[in-house]
Nanobody
């Protein structure tokens, strides 16, 4: 079964740090772009950061200078290092990836989602 498994969420005080991880597992053939989104109550889901297979990164303005996205292609894993956390960063964080995998036949899903991990920042 192909899945994206996230970990690393939790409760932290403002100014603290967390590191999220997301690993693609199953019969993965290739992983292209990977990214992190977040969805806070009463707000629309937004892209936080993404990274291409070649390592090119993109960030939403509100996290620039505080968050760093990286990946380990050998492990099919993407990370989000979050420093200087603020209460407004509180949300469920979702991993997203463009996956090519084998499941009875070869398939590509450019919009594969993880189950989400809660990040709560207290003031």
């Amino acid at each position: 079964q192909v899945q994206l498994v996230e970990s690393g969420g939790g409760l932290v005080q403002a100014g603290g740090s967390l590191r999220l991880s997301c690993a693609a597992s199953g019969n993965i053939l290739s992983v292209n772009d990977m990214g992190w989104y977040r969805h806070a109550p009463g707000k629309q889901r937004e892209l936080v950061a993404d990274i291409t297979s070649g390592g090119r990164t993109n960030y939403v303005d509100s996290v620039k200078g505080r968050f760093t996205i990286s990946r380990d292609n050998a492990k099919n894993t993407v990370y989000l290092q979050m420093n200087g956390l603020k209460p407004e960063d509180t949300a469920v964080y979702y991993c997203n990836a463009d996956l090519t995998y084998y499941s009875g036949n070869y398939r590509r899903n450019p919009d594969f989602w993880g189950q989400g991990t809660q990040v709560t920042v207290s003031s």
